[in-house]
């Protein structure tokens, strides 16, 4: 059985969740930008309904980096996304 992957891209309106293997993704997902705290609840819920796991995200905009990782824009300006996950 290949490993099942996940990916994240975050948007200005929008997060895009993907799952997937060597071979093709097998699941995705988009969730309307709303509060930092719903849209983690999201992107959890979706990785553990398809068993993936997931690392790679990518970000429109600044990231900041030092003890967390945090975005520098809108709605997630300051927010920690490495501390949420």
């Not at 200005?12 to 930008?33: F, L, S, Y």
Request: hydrophobic share 50%; charged share 20%; glycine share 12%.
């Amino acid at each position: 059985m290949t490993a099942m992957l996940g990916a994240i891209e975050v948007g200005g309106t929008k997060i895009i969740c993907a799952a997937g293997n060597a071979e093709h993704i097998v699941a995705r997902t988009r969730i309307e930008t709303g509060t930092p705290e719903a849209v983690v609840d999201a992107i959890v819920a979706f990785f553990q309904r398809v068993g993936a796991a997931f690392s790679p995200i990518a970000a429109l905009g600044k990231l900041c980096a030092g003890r967390d990782l945090c975005v520098r824009r809108g709605t997630f300006a300051d927010f920690g996304v490495r501390r949420a996950f």
